[in-house]
């Protein structure tokens, strides 16, 4: 049976995750239509460019969506009594968290932070969960299971596809950031 300070704290997580994806693509679509780029000629990350006068705006969005999906994976972890092995993951995705962090904090001006780091977050997000998944297979129910996976797999496949389609990386980075989005907003209102 859960408790007043539980029930606040599954109320808050569901709050800040839906109204942070929200604010992520008010702030994606603003930033397309002010700066007229064309998304299949760039990567995301030209939005922060100092030179962009939109670059403090996109730069804080991301740093929230970094601490939202750290706060989201955390408890989702700590709460779902099916995940045995916590420390793993909780490391992974605070890792991860982290490097999508210094994405914003660091805009691609600082061209080898950012790059590091963007590239770190966007293949070990799907593999935190992967290894999550991983982890626990003997203790998660199969669908529950099946779900982590296949979203893992999905995360980094579409992105790939889309990087050999297009010229610049906005398109994977896109279907990335939906998947990831996607992702929380299911941990976060399934009952586990």
């Known amino acids: 049976m859960s408790t007043q300070k ?3 704290i599954n109320v808050i997580r569901k709050l800040q995750t839906v109204i942070s994806i929200v604010i992520f693509f008010i702030i994606f679509f603003f930033c397309w ?4 780029f064309k998304l299949v000629d760039i990567q995301l990350s030209h939005w922060g460019r100092k030179s962009v ?3 403090w705006v996109w730069n804080s969005v991301i740093i929230l969506l970094s601490l939202s999906t750290f706060f989201n994976s955390f408890i989702f972890v700590k709460r779902n ?4 092995n916590k420390k793993i993951p909780h490391i992974l995705f605070g890792f991860v968290s982290l490097c999508l962090f210094l994405v914003g904090f660091f805009s691609v ?4 932070i950012h790059n590091i780091a963007a590239y770190i977050y966007f293949f070990m997000y799907p593999l935190s969960i992967f ?3 991983y982890l626990n297979r003997s203790s998660l129910l199969y669908k529950e299971w099946f779900t982590h996976l296949i979203i893992s797999i999905i ?3 579409i992105p790939l596809i889309f990087i050999s389609l297009f010229n610049g990386m906005a398109i994977a980075e896109i279907s ?3 998947l990831v989005c996607y992702w929380n907003l299911y941990v976060v209102f399934k009952n586990f």
């Open 6 to 8: 539980e029930d606040l």
């Open 33 to 36: 239509g002010v700066t007229e």
């Open 53 to 55: 006068g939109v670059s």
């Open 81 to 84: 009594q099916r995940v045995k």
């Open 109 to 112: 001006d600082y061209n080898v």
């Open 131 to 133: 290894i999550m998944t």
């Open 155 to 157: 995360m980094v496949m």
């Open 176 to 178: 990335h950031v939906i």
